[in-house]
Structure formats: C-alpha cells, structure tokens
C-alpha cells in the first residue's frame, strides 16, 4: 500500500508540474517558479516521509520551541 500511495504522490507532483512549470517560466516568474518548486519537493518529501512510517514532529512543537524564551520573559510581567 505504501507503494501506491508514493506512487501516485509522485504522479500527482508530475502533473501539477506540467501544467504549472511552463506557465511560469513562459511568464518570467522566476521566483514563484523556486518557491513552487520547494514547496513541492518539500510537501512530496513529508508525505513519502509520512507514507512510509517515519515519525515527524509536529511543527507546533517547533513554534513552541523557538517562542519559549520570550514566554519566559512575559510570564514574570504578567504576575
């Protein structure tokens, strides 16, 4: 199953590509050209990532993360 699910992620991403890449380029929107493309790459990568049982971290834990000194710093304020 997991080799149908990549497979049509992939057939899905060459697809969109097709139809969205020559748009682009024949406009000279070179830049939502590289941002589509990493967009792309990145989403094809997480979902074959997802697909095959790698665990991701949820990207809420991330925010958190890099927002915790500030809370830190707000919480003495507010008490």
Do not use: H
Not at 17 to 39: A, D, G, H, Q, T
């Amino acid at each position: 199953m997991n080799i149908v699910t990549i497979l049509a992620v992939l057939v899905f991403a060459v697809i969109l590509s097709f139809i969205e890449v020559p748009k682009m380029l024949k406009n000279k929107s070179y830049r939502e050209f590289w941002s589509f493309s990493i967009l792309l790459l990145l989403g094809v990568t997480l979902t074959i990532l997802k697909s095959l049982g790698v665990p991701l971290s949820n990207p809420s834990d991330w925010v958190a993360w890099v927002f915790s000194p500030v809370s830190d710093l707000i919480k003495p304020i507010y008490k």
